[in-house]
């Protein structure tokens, strides 16, 4: 195997090996549980050799926090490839639904939903797995967009019989998402790695070898995170006269990430914090997002691959590690990273991450930012990513002016819409209800009548919607346009008075 020779995770990858080669059909899983650095990555990468060694078919995605926003971004990296020769072969609905969440097609007037996204995710899953087997790589998977995960969540429900292999990792303090109770799972928590394993990380990486004194010293103050030692093992060989057991460790890992930011030249800086903001980061974005920011774009790039807080490959930039950009990002003061995001709505084409930069970089109320957000919201629907927009709809109402009662009525309604699609009619019904307390401008009311009806009904039961519909017969006495469609509803959903639905 290639990556296995310092890794010293015998025990993990035995249970990736038994993962892999479990004879029984059906969809299976590993779950690896771990700190910030303590190499679930790393465990990832030698997993995925260890497949295509079996001669798996290997889809992976890295979750990024600044992708958590970015509808079916992972998406993109799971089946960009792997779809090429099935779409064609796909019903024309699941077709354009995918080819639309991978962004190879403008959406059409007749959106896709989520549904039909899940639906080619299932269709083009079973081909591939008609034959290889497959191993699907969620990494940093709490960071993974929630569109892409209701995706493959969508597919594993309706697998039964396919070789097909689901490997996650996640941090210690996040919640294990709904997808992993659809299949049999086993957890497995990554344990610090001893001194043995430490000495040939920093030989391998570092070119350091460290007295025994100083190893133990090390390994006991980093609690055997490979993150952590790397990091310090860098601050020991900088120090003057070599490493000694006095060793230069900060009290956190926010701390020692900071002291490694801070070592850096303030170009370098910027070129990390470009990179950790962007939610798709190519190089030439990279470069637009540095441009008027310091002298050599492409030089601060360079640096911070050379120096190693950001990695290429194939063009896409990433922070070398998650913990790096987000405490790189965390540093800026509140003026700065509001600067940031400005600049890069301004160069970003994608509505969903021109809204989202506009949101962090202003202060509620902004009617400019409620227009891009309502912008992003539609965006976000038309490629069936509902729980995106969603987000987005909510973002839009807080940042609606109060005084713009007919924009704040309109998106409060596209909020409780979208949140009803997702299935949170509680939720939903909260909008409703400030809607109601508001007084919504009367053609509002009309058009929305079977909406809020249908969803009181069944976020509250039959007994609030019926007394929405006898509240609104009543005042609605002058407005014969409304009385006539509350009693349509009427005739529906009852109005308490006998005949209902019920």
Same mark, same amino acid.
């Given at each position: 195997?290639?990556?296995?020779?310092?890794?010293?995770?015998?025990?993990?990858?035995?249970?990736?090996?038994?993962?892999?080669?479990?004879?029984?059909?059906?969809?299976?899983?590993?779950?690896?549980?771990?700190?910030?650095?303590?190499?679930?990555?790393?465990?990832?990468?030698?997993?995925?050799?260890?497949?295509?060694?079996?001669?798996?078919?290997?889809?992976?995605?890295?979750?990024?926090?600044?992708?958590?926003?970015?509808?079916?971004?992972?998406?993109?990296?799971?089946?960009?490839?792997?779809?090429?020769?099935?779409?064609?072969?796909?019903?024309?609905?699941?077709?354009?639904?995918?080819?639309?969440?991978?962004?190879?097609?403008?959406?059409?007037?007749?959106?896709?939903?989520?549904?039909?996204?899940?639906?080619?995710?299932?269709?083009?899953?079973?081909?591939?797995?008609?034959?290889?087997?497959?191993?699907?790589?969620?990494?940093?998977?709490?960071?993974?967009?929630?569109?892409?995960?209701?995706?493959?969540?969508?597919?594993?429900?309706?697998?039964?019989?396919?070789?097909?292999?689901?490997?996650?990792?996640?941090?210690?303090?996040?919640?294990?998402?709904?997808?992993?109770?659809?299949?049999?799972?086993?957890?497995?928590?990554?344990?610090?790695?001893?001194?043995?394993?430490?000495?040939? #990380? +920093?030989?391998?990486?570092?070119?350091?070898? $460290? !007295? /025994?004194?100083?190893?133990? %010293? =090390?390994?006991? @103050?980093? &609690?055997?995170?490979?993150?952590?030692?790397?990091?310090?093992?860098?601050?020991?060989?900088?120090?003057?006269?070599?490493?000694?057991?006095?060793?230069?460790?900060?009290?956190?890992?926010?701390?020692?990430?900071?002291?490694?930011?801070?070592?850096?030249?303030?170009?370098?800086?910027?070129?990390?914090?470009?990179?950790?903001?962007?939610?798709?980061?190519?190089?030439?974005?990279?470069?637009?997002?540095?441009?008027?920011?310091?002298?050599?774009?492409?030089?601060?790039?360079?640096?911070?691959?050379?120096?190693?807080?950001?990695?290429?490959?194939?063009?896409?930039?990433?922070?070398?590690?998650? #913990? +790096?950009?987000?405490?790189?990002?965390?540093? $800026? !003061? /509140?003026?700065?990273?509001? %600067? =940031?995001?400005? @600049?890069? &709505?301004?160069?970003?084409?994608?509505?969903?991450?021109?809204?989202?930069?506009?949101?962090?970089?202003?202060?509620?109320?902004?009617?400019?930012?409620?227009?891009?957000?309502?912008?992003?919201?539609?965006?976000?629907?038309?490629?069936?990513?509902?729980?995106?927009?969603?987000?987005?709809?909510?973002?839009?109402?807080?940042?609606?002016?109060?005084?713009?009662?007919?924009?704040?009525?309109?998106?409060?309604?596209?909020?409780?819409?979208?949140?009803?699609?997702?299935?949170?009619?509680?939720?939903?019904?909260?909008?409703?209800?400030?809607?109601?307390?508001?007084?919504?401008?009367?053609?509002?009311?009309?058009?929305?009548?079977?909406?809020?009806?249908?969803?009181?009904?069944?976020?509250?039961?039959?007994?609030?919607?019926?007394?929405?519909?006898?509240?609104?017969?009543?005042?609605?006495?002058?407005?014969?346009?409304?009385?006539?469609?509350?009693?349509?509803?009427?005739?529906?959903?009852?109005?308490?008075?006998?005949?209902?639905?019920?």
């Amino acid at each position: 195997m290639r990556t296995r020779g310092w890794l010293a995770r015998e025990r993990e990858l035995a249970a990736v090996g038994r993962l892999l080669d479990e004879p029984d059909d059906g969809p299976r899983g590993l779950l690896m549980v771990g700190e910030p650095g303590i190499g679930k990555t790393t465990v990832c990468a030698a997993a995925m050799d260890l497949a295509g060694d079996r001669g798996y078919l290997v889809l992976a995605t890295r979750g990024s926090q600044s992708e958590t926003g970015l509808s079916f971004a992972g998406l993109t990296d799971l089946l960009d490839e792997a779809a090429d020769g099935l779409l064609r072969e796909l019903p024309e609905p699941q077709r354009i639904a995918l080819e639309v969440a991978l962004a190879r097609r403008m959406p059409g007037p007749a959106a896709g939903g989520q549904r039909e996204v899940g639906m080619a995710v299932l269709a083009v899953l079973r081909r591939l797995c008609e034959h290889r087997q497959v191993l699907i790589v969620l990494d940093d998977v709490s960071w993974v967009d929630t569109p892409t995960v209701e995706a493959v969540r969508f597919a594993l429900r309706r697998m039964r019989t396919e070789p097909i292999r689901i490997l996650g990792t996640l941090r210690l303090d996040q919640i294990a998402s709904a997808l992993w109770r659809e299949i049999p799972v086993d957890e497995l928590r990554l344990e610090p790695l001893n001194a043995g394993a430490i000495e040939q #990380l +920093l030989s391998s990486r570092l070119d350091l070898t $460290l !007295p /025994p004194r100083v190893l133990r %010293a =090390l390994v006991e @103050r980093t &609690a055997g995170n490979p993150f952590w030692a790397l990091e310090v093992g860098r601050a020991l060989a900088r120090q003057p006269g070599g490493p000694t057991i006095d060793l230069p460790l900060p009290a956190s890992l926010i701390a020692v990430v900071t002291e490694r930011l801070t070592g850096l030249e303030a170009s370098t800086r910027a070129a990390l914090i470009a990179v950790s903001a962007l939610a798709d980061p190519t190089v030439s974005l990279a470069l637009q997002a540095l441009d008027s920011v310091v002298a050599n774009p492409g030089k601060a790039l360079d640096v911070a691959v050379t120096v190693g807080v950001v990695v290429e490959t194939a063009g896409k930039l990433r922070p070398a590690h998650p #913990l +790096l950009g987000y405490a790189a990002l965390e540093a $800026l !003061p /509140p003026g700065g990273r509001s %600067a =940031l995001h400005r @600049r890069l &709505a301004e160069i970003v084409k994608d509505p969903e991450q021109r809204a989202r930069h506009m949101a962090v970089a202003a202060e509620p109320p902004d009617a400019e930012v409620a227009v891009a957000l309502d912008e992003g919201a539609s965006v976000a629907r038309a490629r069936g990513a509902t729980g995106g927009a969603a987000e987005l709809v909510e973002l839009a109402v807080d940042f609606t002016p109060p005084d713009d009662r007919w924009a704040l009525c309109r998106r409060r309604l596209e909020a409780a819409e979208v949140l009803y699609a997702v299935g949170e009619p509680e939720r939903a019904a909260r909008y409703v209800d400030e809607n109601e307390s508001a007084d919504m401008p009367p053609d509002l009311r009309r058009r929305t009548l079977p909406f809020r009806t249908e969803l009181t009904y069944w976020a509250r039961g039959a007994p609030a919607a019926q007394e929405l519909i006898r509240c609104t017969i009543a005042e609605a006495r002058d407005d014969q346009h409304l009385h006539a469609v509350a009693l349509a509803m009427a005739s529906d959903v009852g109005d308490g008075r006998g005949g209902d639905r019920d």
